[in-house]
């Protein structure tokens, strides 16, 4: 894509112009630009639902992976919260410490997954819900509506279900109800967390000033310049955790993208470029999640491809599904 100006970037991103990206369905994928509004209409309905369980659970277990799970663990880092665990793998021993240190009469399980059939939250959602003796009342989920989660949690009579927005895809999801039910739940002052979003979400329409622009274009036109290694400097609460899946799933399209790499590796090669989040107090985190979304968005028109889609976590997703059902074999391990 040719160089927009500051202007006209900011006008075609907020019009929702998929025209900025490839002109496909990219549309359909900017929920995430008006989510921080939205979640302050439900922050009566999040907080109510969290004083519903103090005093009644000790821990919060959050069972979810990737988009559902990295902000949430932000949160945790940023908010030095004990109160809430997120269990991202599926590794057995893993699965088993965690079930010896639980006591299921005080745990609730909080099962995380947008379209409701991600494998690996469903098998952990069965493990918990036998192990717990199918006690409803200790289990909520977040989902987008009509999904197969939803449809079960609804079934077994779950505490909560929390309705995800279908326009956000789970990268993008920091700030909508998949993070924002788990940072009520460890106590964060969600009206003082979103004011602060706002304040960021009104300098993203700016033409001058805007941050989420100035990033993103730094990202794009330092590609564009060979500058394709993305090293972000470390700050407490893993905030780079949740950047770098962001950022290399986002951008890594058709043989295009930014590589995040470890900050240990030297910074001054001719391919690298160097970013740092702005976090000086908890409550700037949720600033500093829809900074580098914005950023994101900015920097995938520059290099020319979707930052919204996916297709490499579909098709991994796709196979898996085949191979379960006996409709394709395994992979070869010594492939």
Known sequence: MASLAPAELVERLWARDSTLWTGRDENRWLGWLDEPLRMRQRVAELEEFAAGTVGQFDLVVLLGMGGSSLAPEVLRRTFE????????????????????????????FLASSKSGTTLETRCHLDFFWHWAGGRADAFAAITDPGSELESLARKRGFRAVFAGEPTIGGRYSAL??????????????????????????????????????????????????GRDKLQISPIPGGFGLWVE??????????????????????????????????VTDPYEVGQEFYRWEFATAVAGAIIGINPFDQPNVQEAKDRTNKVLAGQEPPPDDEG
């Not at 893993?94 to 240190?101: N, T």
């Not at 602060?196 to 590609?223: I, S």
């Open 81 to 108: 919260s004990e109160h809430l665990h997120v269990l991202d793998t599926t590794h057995p021993a893993a699965i088993r410490r965690a079930a010896d240190s639980l006591d299921p009469a005080r745990t609730l």
């Open 245 to 278: 899946q962001l950022v290399a799933e986002s951008t890594g399209k058709q043989g295009k993208g930014l590589v995040p790499v470890p900050v240990d590796e030297p910074a001054d090669g001719l391919d690298r470029q160097s970013e740092e989040a702005r």
């Open 176 to 225: 909508s109800a998949f993070g924002m039910v788990p940072a009520a739940l460890v106590g964060i002052d969600l009206e003082r967390f979103l004011l602060r979003v706002e304040e960021m979400v009104e300098a993203c329409h700016l033409d001058q000033g805007n941050p989420g622009l100035e990033l993103g274009e730094r990202l794009g036109e330092g590609w564009k310049d």
